[in-house]
T-cell receptor, first 114, second 113 residues
Framework: AQKVTQAQTEISVVEKEDVTLDCVYE???????LFWYKQPPSGELVFLIR??????QNEISGRYSWNFQKSTSSFNFTITASQVVDSAVYFC???????????FGTGTRLLVSP | NAGVTQTPKFQVLKTGQSMTLQCAQD?????MSWYRQDPGMGLRLIHY???????DQGEVPNGYNVSRSTTEDFPLRLLSAAPSQTSVYFC????????????FGSGTQLSVL
């Protein structure tokens, strides 16, 4: 079965701390795509990054970095020097097969305190 | 460019009432879909459409109806609202390629009493 597990329900950190959000996925497909979306308090989901199953290269974008490891079926997301504006719910998602076959994790709520 | 527009933002219904959630997009996307978001459940796909005149069921279609008469609009109908349909509903659109992201509307918070 295709599945995404975000075991961390809620994480609280103090501003400037680094924080890693975990995402573990299950799929039998050899071709698949992984995504991270951010849902700030305003409610709208915002796309952060995508990665395909053939590209295990890790990525850094400003304070954000992503670690994709097929060996452990994980696609973790790290925020360096967190800020209050990073407070949001973060969703990891897996797409397999057709465009509509997109499975979301249950989300991790990140609270960054000043 | 408005992107994906959902109306209304909030709605309260009584059990048994019907209503339509509206979704409109101006990006000429072929793919449109409806998700519901419930605490501890993530987002689950209700219905989707790959083009005008074509719709299909997602993971949780029961109690909902859709149609797609134009590329721009994809309304979601609740035929007889039930308390179990209390949720936040998101419309999402995309180009349709597997590596493409989804574009989300701002959501509709629905409460069924």
């Amino acid at each position: 079965a295709q599945k995404v597990t975000q075991a961390q329900t809620e994480i609280s950190v103090v501003e400037k701390e680094d924080v890693t959000l975990d995402c573990v996925y299950e799929t039998r497909d050899t071709t698949y795509y992984l995504f991270w979306y951010k849902q700030p308090p305003s409610g709208e989901l915002v796309f952060l990054i995508r990665r395909n199953s053939f590209d295990e290269q890790n990525e850094i974008s400003g304070r954000y970095s992503w670690n994709f490891q097929k060996s452990t079926s994980s696609f973790n997301f790290t925020i360096t020097a967190s800020q209050v504006v990073d407070s949001a719910v973060y969703f990891c998602a897996l797409r397999f097969g057709g465009f509509q076959k997109l499975v979301f994790g249950t989300g991790t709520r990140l609270l960054v305190s000043p | 460019n408005a992107g994906v527009t959902q109306t209304p933002k909030f709605q309260v219904l009584k059990t048994g009432q019907s209503m339509t959630l509206q979704c409109a997009q101006d990006m000429n996307h072929e793919y449109m879909s409806w998700y519901r978001q419930d605490p501890g459940m993530g987002l689950r796909l209700i219905h989707y459409s790959v083009g005008a005149g074509i719709t299909d069921q997602g993971e949780v279609p029961n109690g909902y109806n859709v149609s797609r008469s134009t590329t721009e609009d994809f309304p979601l109908r609740l035929l007889s609202a039930a308390p179990s349909q209390t949720s936040v509903y998101f419309c999402a659109t995309g180009m349709g390629a597997s590596n493409e992201k989804l574009f989300f509307g701002s959501g509709t918070q629905l409460s069924v009493l």
